[in-house]
């Protein structure tokens, strides 16, 4: 009882302060402290606080999480839930207060999200494995943040921003890193979300397993302006969908498979304006009986799809992390596609074939 006090006094300091229709919380893991009332100049420290708090929030409101830089290390999973459940029709966001766009931004000041909890999944699912970020609302955007993997020793499985109910409608994932380390620290699956209207736009992923997990109730997809490099599995596995498929501007190699689609299923949606080379494997099934299988015969549709290509990223080498890192190298094949967590470079390249 005396938590739930503490979190609705936390609750209404943050409406006092910010107003009823400006529900902003935010969270400083340096300078913060989870007994303040997460306003701007008393912030919280810990994420998981700061999703008491949103969650402990009345009315319909739009709420805002903001990160300040720093490492977010997380014990256990953290529900992204809100006091309307299914009937929340505002946004959620939770978003770093310096974003990659941002004249001041560097790699430094980008929120890092790491797990350091054991497997955290409901106890009724069919294996162990650990969740980051559970989406439980609707309408979640979640921008301008990085996603490393988890070293704990005994998980196997991590998924870093899961959405498990096909109830829950709208997530999307913008401007974001996962970057994940099969020998250190693994993703098995960077994003796995089902239901509707899952975007995605100017995120890498880089190291994971796989990048996109989609198996239930699926439509209103969209994947544009990212880069997938590495998934050593897939880079998406994509279940049936009903409609409403976008897949543009985006550069994926050298993964073991671009696409994998459930067996017996031949999918008409299109792939435009990509480079997707260097994979092992083109597309392939997941087969109901369990495995993956190359195949060549789809229903695809190709629209300026580049298979052969040079791609080359700024990774990491001897003077440090820059600000580009990676991100496509100037000298990449598909630099023109502003693919990438700058979406300043599309806006500038959209603006350039206007002149």
């Not at 996603?147 to 899961?162: C, D, E, L, M, R």
């Not at 109901?288 to 700024?314: C, M, Q, W, Y």
Request: charged share 20%; glycine share 8%; hydrophobic share 40%.
């Amino acid at each position: 009882m005396r938590n739930l006090l503490k979190l609705f006094s936390a609750a209404m300091m943050i409406i006092a302060c910010h107003g009823a229709g400006a529900q902003t919380i935010f969270v400083d893991p340096v300078k913060g402290d989870d007994q303040s009332p997460g306003t701007s100049d008393a912030p919280f420290a810990s994420l998981e606080k700061a999703a008491l708090a949103a969650a402990a929030l009345p009315g319909n409101a739009a709420i805002t999480i903001k990160l300040a830089p720093g490492l977010y290390l997380l014990k256990n999973k953290v529900t992204v839930a809100t006091g309307k459940a299914y009937g929340f029709g505002a946004r959620f966001t939770i978003e770093a207060t310096v974003m990659p766009d941002d004249t001041a931004w560097t790699p430094e000041k980008m929120p890092v999200i790491q797990s350091v909890s054991g497997n955290n999944n409901d106890p009724n699912r069919k294996f162990p494995h650990c969740v980051g970020l559970l989406i439980a609302a609707n309408n979640v955007v979640i921008q301008g943040l990085k996603f490393t993997g988890n070293a704990h020793p005994g998980v196997n499985y991590y998924y870093p921003v899961k959405k498990e109910d096909t109830l829950y409608s709208g997530l999307k994932v913008a401007q974001c890193y996962f970057v994940g380390d099969k020998n250190v620290a693994p993703i098995q699956g960077a994003l796995w979300a089902h239901g509707s209207r899952t975007e995605v736009e100017h995120c890498i992923f880089y190291g994971c397993k796989n990048a996109l997990l989609l198996f239930r109730g699926i439509k209103d997809f969209s994947l544009t302006h990212s880069i997938i490099y590495g998934a050593y599995e897939a880079a998406v596995w994509f279940g049936p969908f009903t409609d409403d498929f976008s897949f543009r501007d985006n550069v994926v190699s050298n993964c073991n498979f671009f696409w994998l689609r459930p067996e017996d299923t031949y999918p008409e949606y299109t792939f435009s304006n990509s480079i997707i080379a260097n994979n092992k494997n083109y597309t392939g099934v997941y087969r109901t009986a369990g495995g993956l299988a190359p195949i060549d015969k789809n229903n695809f549709k190709e629209n300026h799809i580049r298979k052969k290509a040079s791609v080359v990223l700024n990774e990491v080498e001897m003077d440090g992390m820059q600000k580009g890192y990676l991100n496509l190298s100037p000298k990449s094949d598909g630099y023109d596609i502003a693919a990438g967590i700058f979406s300043s470079r599309t806006k500038k390249h959209e603006s350039e074939s206007r002149e």
